[in-house]
């Protein structure tokens, strides 16, 4: 899954992007640092079952956000094999057994958003979403540009998996109806 981090990479503005924006060099890096995640010390002898732990095996995930999405360092493996692998907000961020990939409510069991059919289609959504917030964020695409948010939103939904996933995407890309 190196591949994943070098899209994610890619997807992150430019620093001269962010130099017109009169940011210093170590508040660029920081920002970029959010889209170029560390490689572990060691890889965490994670079960390669499922893909999204084929990435945190390798990396680092704890400086990676997407919007309201951040990730743990280290994916939590609960006992009815759900993988918490970071947050959206403070509501945690689940693979579940049957692959499926949502938001449960904070002390909760009730699911908030589903997210994608799966890690892979969780992945692969997350790349035009980082580099639509990465264009936001240094004004190449304005605050307010519904319209362009949405088609993101919609292209975001076709790699998670479908129509179910829509609405997670709008609420990341704000642009929820």
Request: proline share 5%; hydrophobic share 40%.
């Amino acid at each position: 899954m190196t591949t994943w981090i070098q899209k994610l990479a890619n997807a992150a503005p430019d620093r001269e992007s962010f130099s017109k924006l009169g940011l210093s060099e170590i508040e660029i890096d920081l920002y970029l640092s959010r889209y170029r995640p560390a490689r572990q010390d060691l890889p965490l002898g994670l079960p390669d079952s499922d893909p999204i732990l084929s990435v945190f095996d390798e990396w680092d995930l704890s400086s990676v956000k997407i919007g309201q999405i951040s990730f743990h360092q280290i994916p939590l493996v609960g006992e009815s094999g759900e993988i918490e692998i970071g947050q959206v907000e403070a509501d945690p961020l689940i693979v579940c057994r049957r692959s499926e990939v949502i938001v449960r409510e904070f002390a909760s069991s009730n699911i908030l958003w589903r997210v994608a059919s799966n890690s892979t289609c969780f992945l692969n959504a997350l790349i035009p979403a980082a580099e639509f917030l990465g264009k936001r964020g240094v004004g190449l695409v304005e605050f307010d540009d519904f319209d362009y948010a949405n088609e993101v939103a919609e292209v975001c939904a076709t790699h998670a998996g479908g129509q179910t996933y829509r609405r997670f995407f709008q609420m990341l890309l704000g642009t929820e109806e």
